[in-house]
């Protein structure tokens, strides 16, 4: 097949200083850009960084570039580049106006070029979590049109109508397709629909239709857990949830097996820590979700002094299926004896910009994302920082076993120390997990060389 067409949700090409985890976007990442290290299932291998060593501290890291990444424009990519790329980013701000975590990460940090083929980050600090970091940033440079579509990787843009469509074209191997027609459709079911009447190759995130996805067996398809966290934060500074009983009751008192089948249709698995089965640390720890247990709900609630009444709110969108959840969970808790109210947000970002700023009620429905362990220990977990996403949780041995890890350098000890997290944030929620959904894409049978990752990105051979 010389040509392959694919109907994504998004069709974008973000500035270079934005990060995301869209799956749509980090597809067509993937296709024209490269990542300086690659992320798989808590590991990270060689990218554009094609290798790396570091003192036996773990203070100093060395990248060197591989030999041949050059631009679509024909530019060598060096070390200079790969530099002035993180500034950008460190100095960026996301969608809601907030300064990037990388500069929180990176503020002690010395990254310095040694020639053109070697990047040097030095840190006060053992720091084997810079792999982490650098496996979320694709290079990328701006073309004479001030499009942000120039990147080292496999496919380079030959057009591109932004939020419409992308054509791409191969530059690297000799290998099918030698072109990519990328075409956006927000709706899932149009996605579906597309591909059943022979108008696209490939769909994906078809999750997210409307019903029960059914496919016949003209299709083949794929699906993975997504690294995502459907999770409610919960309140660990004012009200009922300052008490871990309180936390540990409403984790026992939400059937997530049902919430998985019945609202995600199947599409999801219940979550057992703050970050999904594929994450560094999850494959050592071997947890299993928090069962549910209303009778053991209601003891752990009878412990607990005060009023029970909570506050629970939720946005419309994002997660997907908010509210459909939102009232699963506020029935659940309230068979148990917490007595419910729930206010809804109908502006997203506004909903976020409250969550960073604390207005959060009691509990607040949200997505977590990042694939790095590290990151979500250190945005939403650990009281150090008290970071953005940070919601009250404060707990001396979680701290211990966090500081830890942060200072494990070799990958195995770096694996056990995580666990150890995870482990104990099972056993000492500052959540409500929740699920991890499943993502799928469909295509056309005989098409070879398609498979989907835990981020949900597409790859394509």
Known sequence: MSTLTISLEKVDFLPPTRVTDDTSVLTLKNLVFEPLLKWHDGQVLPALFSGWTHGDDGREWRFTIRKGANFHDGKPCVAADVIEFIDGILEAVDTFGMKWSYARYLADAKITAEGDTTVVVLNPRPFADILDIFSEFYICRL????????????????????????????????GEPRKIVAIAEASADKRLSMLTSGAVDVALNLERVDGRLDFDDRFQR???VNTLSVMFYLNCQDGVFRSPQARLAANHAVDTGRIAEEIFHGLAVPSSSIVSPHHLGMATAGLSPIVFDPERARHLLAQVRGSKRIKLRTPTFMPERAI????????????????????????????????GRKEMGDMAIF??????????????????????WWQGYDDEEAER????????????AREAAYAACLTYLNANPPWLYLVHPVDVFAAREGI??????????????
């Open 324 to 355: 459909e959840v939102s009232r699963f969970v506020a029935t659940a808790l309230e068979a148990v004896g917490f007595e419910v109210e729930v206010e809804v947000e109908t502006d997203r970002p506004e909903y976020a910009r409250q969550i």
């Open 401 to 412: 076993l966090i500081a830890s890890a942060n200072s494990a350098v070799e990958a195995q």
């Open 222 to 224: 794929g699906k993975a």
């Open 448 to 461: 070879a060389g398609l498979s989907i990752d835990h981020k949900g990105t597409l790859t394509i051979a």
């Open 367 to 388: 997505d977590s994302s990042p694939h790095s362990t590290y990151r979500i220990l250190n945005d939403k977990i650990s009281s150090v920082p008290k970071a953005v």
């Open 143 to 174: 073309a004479s049109d001030g499009q942000p579509i120039l990147g080292t990787g496999p496919f380079r843009v030959r057009s591109f109508e932004p939020k419409a469509k992308a054509v791409l074209e191969r530059v690297v191997g000799n």
